[in-house]
């Protein structure tokens, strides 16, 4: 195989030249780097990932740990992820801490030990020993999706990003609340997560906007999970007084309610009405076609990579929470008229459609 000193003498440089080439340790001029890089390709050369990482103390690799990976939302997450990690050359090491602490823990350590250079982890509901862990062996990490409780300063335990959701799940019941319904029932996640503390409050937010009395038992946990969400829904169906609509708090507790419904032979929204956080591929197929907030998943890997690659060129700078914007899709399962769909030209593959809020407001805020 060739080595590095056989791309040297190809070039007519150093194997220092080369190696900063590399390694991106020196500036080196554009001419030079482009004889380095022709003469990579001419002699196939592969740079030995090992002998790099000892000479850099980085092997250009980040750990994701993310539970239910099945999940098409984390799954687009994901995919956000891996596309803006090759883009910056960094490999990806993938875990899933299935929402337990004490996995989580051992997850990390496991990542951490494959020397990885920093972390990108969705939390449990009690990342205790996970936050320990890593101000411990000061291990660059980024908290995506769910947020950790800031400390008595107000800033940020570490680096933080994740989508909207209080103001977004606030506009669901305010829009079923402008067509009519009075009783709204939420099927919420698991209990201890930042993402369902926001959306009881944001749908709490939405009654008091409408003038709507707050009832405890509309609010049923299902635990982030299909048959959680069946569970809660048929116990919400099963009240004196059951709800007229329902939000229901990630796409799997929505499967779960769809499912509740049909075992007691409800339709939507002609019997409830029916509105989800979280779009993804199937709201568009099923029929009614599901009213939604989507969020922006594959913007919040690739913005989770830059934020931890910010981290690693300054590991001094202050932490911080960025914020995306979540979107508003508005279909027919709240009861309103079905809007008309575009369909494809000739050779046109049908694709979803991407919410108008996400193309003015990317960039989302930062504290």
């Known amino acids: 195989m060739p080595t590095m000193a056989d791309v040297a003498r190809s070039a007519g440089v150093s194997v220092a030249t080369v190696s900063h080439v590399l390694n991106g340790t020196r500036p080196v001029l554009p001419a030079t780097r482009r004889a380095v890089l022709d003469a990579i390709d001419e002699l196939a050369y592969t740079p030995n990932t090992l002998a790099r990482s000892l000479v850099t103390s980085r092997t250009r690799s980040i750990g994701l740990a993310v539970s239910a990976i099945s999940n098409p939302y984390f799954t687009e997450i994901l995919q956000g992820v891996e596309a803006t990690a090759l883009e910056h050359g960094y490999s990806l090491l993938l875990a899933d801490p299935h929402d337990d602490p004490r996995h989580e823990r051992t997850v990390v350590q496991l990542l951490h030990e494959r020397r990885v250079d920093g972390l990108i982890v969705a939390p449990s509901a009690d990342p205790r020993e996970l936050l320990a862990y890593v101000r411990r062996h000061k291990v660059p990490t980024v908290l995506l999706d769910r947020l950790v409780e800031e400390s008595a300063t107000g800033a940020p335990p570490l680096d933080q990003v994740c989508a909207e959701s209080t103001g977004p799940t606030a506009r669901l019941v305010t829009h079923l609340a402008g067509l009519g319904h009075r009783r709204i029932g939420l099927v919420a996640g698991l209990g201890g997560l930042s993402t369902t503390g926001e959306r009881i409050a944001g749908y ?33 169906l099963s009240l004196a007084a059951p709800p007229t609509a329902l939000v229901t708090a990630n796409n799997a507790m929505t499967i779960g309610a769809l499912r509740a419904l049909r075992e007691r032979g409800l339709s939507v929204p002609e019997d409830i009405a029916l509105c989800c956080f979280d779009d993804f591929a199937w709201a568009d197929l099923f029929s009614p076609r599901l009213t939604a907030i989507a969020q922006p998943s594959r913007e919040l890997g690739a913005e989770a990579v830059q934020v931890l690659l910010d981290r690693l060129a300054e590991p001094d700078r202050p932490a911080r929470t960025v914020r995306l914007p979540s979107a508003f899709v508005h279909r027919s399962s709240c009861g309103c008229p079905e809007e008309p769909r575009q369909r494809p030209g000739p050779g046109e593959r049908p694709e979803r459609a991407e919410p108008s809020e996400y193309r003015t407001a990317r960039k989302g805020t930062v504290a």
């Open 204 to 236: 709490r937010q939405g009654l008091a906007s409408a003038g709507l009395p707050h009832d405890e038992r509309l609010v049923v946990h299902g635990d982030s999970e299909s048959t959680g969400g069946e569970r809660a829904t048929t116990a919400l």
